[in-house]
């Protein structure tokens, strides 16, 4: 079936089959971002934001995403870098795989969450595993990155 | 130093974090094959007859191959030095499998969809054998894992495949019956580390293509890229030179891809089609069909005196190595080298070993590589040891702990030349507050609290072994390149070797360009693993260093007339103190590149004779549910001695990264096999590494010895920091509830089943 959605903001139109993902769909489209490391939903690296919510897009069947916007990292690549710099300062992108879907998430709560307690953070993210860092050094870049926006806001 | 010891990002971290396409699948052709792996549904059993004619008829299927289609030539996946101490008990496909998930038959076609359908069409006829599942059982077993006349073992590591040993030993020194029998205090017990997965979070992968040269291509997400060249040519029975290997950036590896996993399949494929092709595996297929820890059961004896000074220590371990012997003869040897050493008064010790072949997936490397086994086992008694004499067990590990400049008998004989392991222990009981907390808290809801504590040591590379070399080249305005041979996989190798190549050569970072592994081009390495690249290749970034100075003050020198000797160099410039001379490094980069028949460019390798240890002290705080036996982490304190740190940041997310795996190994991770050999651990649904609701807080805090080996005084880190969170956990749980869980991992079940035996 031809479906037609919003990627990054262009236009563009796709020819999927009823069992494509939206995973492999995004991936064929040159946005290798959105990494696979389950293909059972437990690890988040996929995620990308479908009309500004966080999905897994290894478990939303591409059919599903006709007419509406789909965002990957590739589409926010100034906040990437922006939040991106303060994960770097603390060595927490490590092996980086992971970093694009747990990326994703983080600018997602920034936009959803007012001042979130640490409790709220992890809770937030706790669908985003990451087997290198042990996670504490993403949490003080998202602090600092928090407060420097918060920061820049008053 | 200006940049050594500062918290640098890594010279890669901004395409990371913007998501570029810098990893295998990323950069594969289009167009290459898709190659998948028919796996085999039996423990143990002969291949009798593969029909794949129908399978074959599938529209866009390229060839189907099996044992047939193999060189019957043995080899070893594992990535060591050669010869490797693994045996060569492996073919590429085999008549015979060996577990659940052994590979059977390699299918490579068009698209996935067609691969998948041809996979099914596949007929199998099997003669099921009684496979053999009880490692306890394995040794001199009737059942042979691998009775072929042409395995081979290369080392002599008492290896024979007919007793299903993969290596077997004993060494000590002294009379341990003796000295034990004179102890006022023995503890003898078992404990049992159970195979955990690496988990990386990109899976293993390689695509293979043919070059302009009729050289076989392999890209691959590998930590050990020369061994990879090696390993292929032998298993594909070609000549090296036929053989070029390339490791982009790699999702993490933790010593999964110190095997060579996934590359020989696609790159067969190549062989035989001449087309590209790639292999992507699967989540289940890391986990069912990989190189996961090894599963060590360790008999412990160890015994005081009346003043809680520990005399003797004996430890058995027999160690599970599968299907085939990947790194089974060398990490056994790890799970007493880096556990009896951390007491420095022992009058006698005993280490022996057996590893065995069974019918599970073949075992691998893992971070920790069988000292985290032994480290569990002999930390554990040593708690248990303090729980029988009740005296606190910091304090008694202060009386018998190795210090500074003592030799360690069962570490080689080698002198602890730099050990800030008494400091450690200080600091982390501050951090702990452990004073106060050690005693039982009950909370008053069911719950109670308290503290665990665990030392650690590890290795700084394979002593007299590894080897590393690295190239640096000045270029026109006088950049340098650094080609680096060890593989970074995401720890930040190539950022802190260009910072030490910075400080030496007085530059800046932007003014070093490095370029990961290419075995064309990079010079050799033996790869990043066994704690080796600071260390190792470290100190060969540091000689080629000194070497590319003087060539850069002779050619400075030469364009001045002036005498070499009397020339200097100040990252900048060559000058000439009483002339007053001066050339730029800039011009003499752009110099060198008219009428100039000396190249500007140096390269050195190291290897140590020695592989000092770094030192660590792990202390935990749980809570446990009295009625349930649910046990919580709240925090971690850790202190690091690993020499002087490189990269602040990096080392510290390296060992809080190493913690949560080891709370991981703690509370939660297990392989899980039914009685006729299937895993169950097959997805992160069923294998749980921690989320970040689940590794509580961790601290850590860095208590620098110098090592005068080491550049810039530094030691290892990536392995160490693994090592202390299974004995600190297993022992604040035991002193919570008077449970000493002696298996990993420690659930709420075991935990509950001992409160209410």
């Known amino acids: 079936m031809e479906i037609k959605f919003i990627l990054n903001g262009k236009q563009v139109t796709a020819s999927v089959n009823a069992d494509t993902v939206l995973l492999n769909l995004v991936r064929d489209k040159g946005c290798y971002s959105v990494k696979c490391g389950c293909e059972s939903t437990n690890c988040g690296l996929c995620t990308v934001l479908v009309d500004g919510k966080p999905h897994l897009s290894c478990a939303l069947l591409a059919a599903r995403v006709d007419g509406r916007e789909v965002t990957t990292l590739e589409g926010l690549q100034a906040e990437a870098e922006e939040f991106g710099e303060f994960l770097a300062r603390e060595g927490a992108e490590q092996c980086g795989y992971c970093s694009p879907g747990f990326i ?46 918060k920061g820049a806001r008053e | 130093m200006k940049v050594v010891n500062q918290a640098i990002p890594k010279v890669d971290s901004k395409a990371l974090v913007t998501g570029k396409p810098v990893y295998t699948d990323d950069i594969a052709p289009k167009d290459c094959l898709v190659v998948k792996v028919l796996r085999s549904p039996h423990a143990h059993a002969l291949i ?23 060189p019957d030539r043995r080899f070893t996946m594992a990535g060591q030095t050669y010869p490797e101490p693994s045996p060569y008990d492996r073919l590429i496909l085999d008549k015979r499998v060996r577990f659940v998930g052994d590979a059977v038959a390699v299918i490579a076609g068009e698209n996935e969809a067609a691969v998948l359908k041809a996979m099914k069409l596949i007929k199998v006829e099997y003669e099921v054998l009684e496979p053999l599942l009880d490692f306890r059982k394995a040794k001199d077993n009737e059942i042979l894992v691998h009775p072929e006349d042409n395995w081979e073992s290369l080392c002599p590591v008492g290896a024979d495949n007919k007793r299903n040993l993969c290596a077997s030993g004993v060494e000590g020194e002294g009379d341990v019956d003796k000295v034990l029998s004179e102890c006022e205090y023995v503890i003898e017990e078992t404990y049992h580390t159970k195979a955990n997965q690496q988990a990386m979070m990109e899976t293993f992968r390689t695509y293979t293509y043919m070059d302009a040269y009729g050289r076989l291509n392999i890209v691959s997400s590998t930590q050990v890229t020369f061994h990879v060249r090696r390993i292929l040519a032998t298993a594909l029975d070609i000549p090296k030179s036929k053989v070029r290997v390339i490791k982009p950036r790699i999702g993490g590896g933790f010593g999964a891809k110190q095997t060579v996993v996934a590359e020989v399949y696609p790159a067969l494929v190549t062989m035989k089609t001449g087309k ?10 890391s986990m069912i069909a990989s190189s996961p820890r090894h599963e060590m059961e360790l008999k412990v004896r160890l015994g005081a005196d009346k003043d809680g000074i520990i005399k003797a220590i004996d430890v058995y371990t027999l160690s599970n190595t599968g299907a085939f012997g990947e790194h089974g003869p060398t990490t056994v040897g790890l799970s007493g080298h880096k556990s009896i050493p951390l007491y420095g008064r022992l009058e ?12 599970v997936m073949s075992a691998g490397a893992y971070r920790g590589y069988g000292a985290t086994q032994g480290i569990f086992a002999v930390e554990s008694a040593v708690n248990e040891l303090a729980a029988k004499m009740g005296v606190d067990p910091v304090a008694l ?42 005693p039982v808290r009950d909370m008053g809801n069911g719950k109670v609290r308290s503290v665990g504590v665990a030392m650690a040591m590890q290795g700084s590379g394979i002593s007299a072994v590894d080897t ?3 190239e640096i080249k000045v270029n026109d305005d006088g950049f340098y ?77 030469e364009y001045m007339d002036c005498p070499k000797e009397e020339v200097e160099f100040d990252g900048t410039k060559v000058f000439h103190l009483s002339s007053g001379k001066e050339i730029t490094l800039k ?47 709240l925090d971690y304190a850790a202190v690091v001695d690993c020499g002087t740190v490189i990269n602040p940041a990096l080392a510290r997310i390296q060992t809080e990264g190493g913690l949560a795996q080891g709370i991981g190994m703690a509370l939660y991770e297990d392989v899980v096999y039914d009685s006729a050999g299937r895993n169950f651990s097959n997805s992160f649904m069923q294998y749980k590494i921690p989320s970040r609701m689940d590794v509580g807080t961790i601290r850590v805090e860095f208590e620098s010895s110098y090592e005068p080996t080491g550049p810039f005084g530094a030691k290892s880190i990536g392995e160490i920091v693994i090592n202390t969170p299974a004995p600190a956990i297993a022992h604040a749980v035991a002193r919570a509830t008077g449970v000493q869980v002696r298996e990993l991992p420690i659930t709420a079940e075991k935990v509950y089943w001992g409160m209410n035996k």
């Open chain 2, 468 to 470: 590393g070399a690295v």
């Open chain 2, 348 to 359: 006698a010790f005993k280490f022996a070993y057996d590893v065995v072949y069974t019918n």
């Open chain 2, 48 to 70: 009798k007859n593969i029909k794949t004619d129908t399978a074959m008829k599938v529209p866009g299927i390229e060839c189907i191959l099996t044992y047939e289609d193999c």
């Open chain 2, 276 to 285: 590209a092709a790639k292999i992507i595996y699967t989540r289940e297929e």
């Open chain 2, 587 to 633: 011009d003499i980069g752009n110099n060198v590149m008219c009428n100039n028949e000396e190249i500007l460019s140096a390269s050195a390798a190291h290897s140590s004779p020695v592989s000092p240890p770094p030192f660590m002290v792990g202390m935990a705080e749980v809570e446990v549910d009295k009625e349930t036996g649910k046990v919580e982490l």
């Open chain 1, 104 to 149: 994703m998430n983080v600018l997602a709560m920034a936009k959803e969450l007012d001042n979130p307690t640490t409790e709220e953070i992890k809770e937030y993210l706790e669908g985003n595993l990451c087997r290198c860092t042990g996670y504490m050094g993403q949490l003080r870049a998202i602090q600092k990155y928090l407060k420097t926006k």
């Open chain 2, 397 to 438: 590990r202060e009386k018998n702990m190795v210090r500074e400049g003592q030799i360690m008998p069962a570490y080689y004989g080698e002198t602890a030349a730099s050990c800030g392991l008494d400091r450690c222990m200080a600091r982390a009981k501050e951090m702990m507050n452990w004073d106060e907390k050690y």
């Open chain 2, 481 to 557: 390149s650094l080609l680096i041979g060890a593989s970074d996989m995401g720890t930040g190798c190539d950022t802190i070797l260009a910072q030490m190549a910075a400080d030496c050569l007085d530059c800046s970072m932007d003014n070093i360009v490095v370029s990961g592994v290419d075995t064309d081009v990079s010079p050799y390495d033996c790869g990043s693993y066994a704690s080796s690249t600071t260390y190792i290749t470290g100190m060969a970034v540091v000689k080629t260093c000194e070497l590319l100075k003087e060539k850069i003050m002779a050619k400075g020198a």
